[in-house]
């Protein structure tokens, strides 16, 4: 049953993708495209009026001793470990702002919600969150404004007038550009590439895609996109399509795109297994603790995420600029320390900046 | 029954409380606050409400794990009824009721048709109807409830938050009901000796069906103030809370054997619970901590009425 079930998935996924193959559909999505700039020069800040709250009554805080604490989604896996790390280096450098970590032990809403719920009480100053849910977490986000304490998110959002600013760790033409530009430097501007995404109506993959393409067209127009083929975000699938596209392309195919964190180390797997370390370039969306061991043996070269430590470091600098009233709606900039002028995007977010590029020299100072 | 020993479980309970609240106060001024405390009534009622209808559940020697999952479900179907099938919401959240005391009704058919342990029946109906939840979901969230409903979960009635009245009403109807009762007495008879209880023409299988049905209906009033609580709705919602209500019961000095146990003793495990919970974050004392406190306490009080519960009533 199981396995008659599995092969029927087999067949109409393969089905679909041979259908697709014979189509010029990359598995982008039909959205407008805003490719950034070939040289990297930011791109104009649509003016969008401020859409964020604003505290209540906040006392002037400008260069005063803060307290503040950080309620991640969870506490105890890497990824949080990293942007609480920023957060205490940035209370530190800061000086007048004292920051603490506490969340969750589980991705919960509830938990979540009383903990801030509590923070609210003990009379914090500042809130940094990183949300579990953008609409249940609002309330007690709104509650917080209300009695004049600072909020500020990062990695995942709550309604924007929840909170005052939300750190937005990439956009996704910032994903595309780093991405394209990292494929065309190892593989040269006539190179043919092929990419293995999730499905091809996964939001975030699709609209990467679409992105990719319309960067493509514009700074790398020699480049040949091959196919973009499926994996569910399947170790296995993953690997046996990575696998299926050398084999199918042969010399033809210079590299291969990972769409997912998933996708990107199977890829670097069966290009291992095939013997192809070289020859087939793997660039790709993972974290680095996935893609070590292929760094290490010099079969990926380039690992992109954004770096958590930075969005923790910025968040805090915006909450301190917040409270300095350094920050204040309609402004187009913040200075975050050693990471200089970020820029605001989209009313009341701030960009964190181009993504993080992971390479062999700096990967290892990463664990999540 | 015996009430000197039940007696001092809860008078033994009460001054641990005091001495918690006078302790926490005393770590931190902004905990003893007349407007922190309501706000720890506001949320402590989830659980309370699902607490009461386990207290009478666990004393009948039973137990109710589904609790969590109802309260999912029940969160979905209202979102569901409300937004996709296009029900007004008052209707929609009596059918989003009647359907999680179905299930309640679902969990008190097998245990008493089938004769399935209530804990294995109720860990397979937690798989279940959280899985039923996911699966009508599919991941999305229902959001934009009309502004009246959230006067449930973030309004409040004379100065009260509104669902305490809810948990207050909720626990006096339930005590009467539990001590004052034929009905109650059948519940501590039932899990005093079920064989016996049988033998003396008690309608055991009628009395345990209406338990796991109240204890879905619990869940199901939970999951509405939840929800109007947090503004939206998700499939997770309520992961995890069966242990923190059956923690509250079995704190509140109801044996997990059943024939012993009260609303009240319930009620006040339930307070310490969350004064410990919120008082220690007040202090500066991180989550982990205060979990590990509160593990601590409950063994500590179990302890304690034992060795009280030897040497006093025999």
Not at chain 1, 103 to 113: C, F, K, L, T, V
Request: hydrophobic share 50%; proline share 4%; charged share 15%.
């Amino acid at each position: 049953m199981g396995r008659t079930l599995v092969s029927a998935l087999l067949v109409l996924s393969l089905s679909t993708s041979l259908s697709q193959a014979q189509s010029t559909w990359t598995g982008g999505d039909d959205l407008p495209t805003s490719p950034l700039a070939c040289d990297g020069t930011p791109a104009e800040a649509a003016a969008q009026p401020y859409d964020g709250g604003e505290p209540k009554n906040a006392p002037d805080r400008k260069g005063k001793e803060i307290t503040v604490v950080d309620v991640p989604k969870l506490v105890g896996i890497g990824y949080f470990n990293a942007t609480s790390k920023g957060i205490a280096e940035a209370a530190e450098a800061i000086g007048n702002m004292d920051a603490k970590t506490d969340g969750p032990s589980r991705a919960n809403i509830d938990d979540q919600i009383t903990l801030i719920d509590n923070y609210i009480t003990s009379g914090v100053d500042g809130i940094l969150f990183a949300a579990n849910d953008p609409v249940a977490i609002s309330p007690v986000l709104k509650k917080a404004l209300d009695q004049g304490i600072l909020v500020v998110g990062y990695d995942a959002n709550s309604q924007p007038d929840a909170r005052q600013w939300f750190v937005n760790q990439a956009e996704f033409n910032g994903i595309a550009k780093t991405m394209i530009d990292s494929m065309a430097a190892e593989i040269g501007e006539d190179g043919s590439f092929a990419i293995v995404t999730s499905t091809f109506s996964t939001p975030n993959q699709a609209r990467w895609i679409a992105e990719m393409e319309a960067y493509q067209a514009k700074c790398h127009p020699n480049m040949e996109w091959l196919e973009t083929v499926e994996a569910q975000e399947d170790n296995i699938l993953s690997f046996n399509q990575a696998n299926t596209l050398i084999n199918k392309y042969g010399d033809d195919l210079d590299g291969i795109f990972g769409m997912t964190s998933v996708a990107t180390p199977a890829a670097a797997d069966a290009v291992t297994q095939a013997g192809e370390c070289g020859n087939v370039a793997v660039v790709g969306l993972a974290t680095p603790n996935a893609m070590k061991p292929y760094v290490a043996a010099e079969c990926v070269k380039s690992v992109v995420l954004w770096n958590p430590v930075d969005l923790g470091y910025a968040a805090a600098h915006v909450l301190r600029a917040a409270a300095d009233g350094d920050l204040k709606p309609g402004d187009t900039s913040v200075e975050a320390g050693r990471l200089g002028e970020l820029q605001v995007i989209n009313g009341s977010e701030i960009l964190l900046g181009a993504p993080f590029v992971f390479t062999k020299d700096n990967i290892g100072n990463f664990d999540f | 029954m015996n009430y000197r020993a039940l007696l001092r479980h809860e008078t033994f309970l009460a001054v641990l409380l005091a001495i918690v609240l006078v302790v926490l106060a005393w770590q931190s001024d902004r905990f003893f606050t007349v407007a922190n405390l309501l706000n720890q009534g506001r949320l402590m009622t989830e659980i309370g409400l699902i607490a009461i209808a386990m207290t009478f559940v666990i004393a009948t020697g039973g137990i109710d794990l589904s609790v969590g999952s109802i309260l999912g479900l029940v969160a979905i179907l209202l979102g569901v009824f409300w937004q996709n099938v296009g029900l007004p919401l008052p209707l929609a959240i009596v059918a989003a009721i009647a359907a999680g005391t179905l299930a309640g009704l679902f969990n008190g058919l097998i245990i008493t048709r089938f004769k399935v342990p209530p804990l294995i029946a109720t860990l397979a109906t937690l798989a279940l109807y959280r899985g039923l939840a996911e699966g009508i979901s599919q991941a999305r969230s229902v959001r934009g409830y009309p502004e009246w409903f959230y006067v449930l979960g973030q309004g409040e009635v004379l100065g009260i938050p509104t669902q305490l009245w809810i948990l207050l009403i909720g626990a006096l109807i339930a005590s009467i009901i539990l001590a004052y009762t034929r009905w109650g007495r059948t519940v501590y008879a039932i899990g005093s000796n079920e064989v016996a209880s049988r033998f003396s023409g008690l309608q055991v299988e009628k009395t345990k069906i209406a338990l796991y049905m109240a204890s879905g209906f619990a869940a199901s009033v939970a999951a509405v103030i939840f929800v109007s609580r947090v503004s939206t709705t998700r499939s997770d919602m309520g992961t995890g809370i069966e242990l923190d209500a059956i923690t509250a019961v079995v704190l509140g000095g109801t044996s997990i054997f059943g024939g012993r146990g009260t609303v009240l003793g319930t009620f006040i495990g339930l307070c310490l619970i969350q004064a410990l919970k919120n008082g220690l974050s007040l202090a500066g004392v991180k989550g982990d901590g205060t979990i590990m406190l509160i593990g601590a306490v409950l063994i500590l009080a179990i302890l304690i009425s034992n060795v009280f519960e030897r040497s006093g009533s025999r």
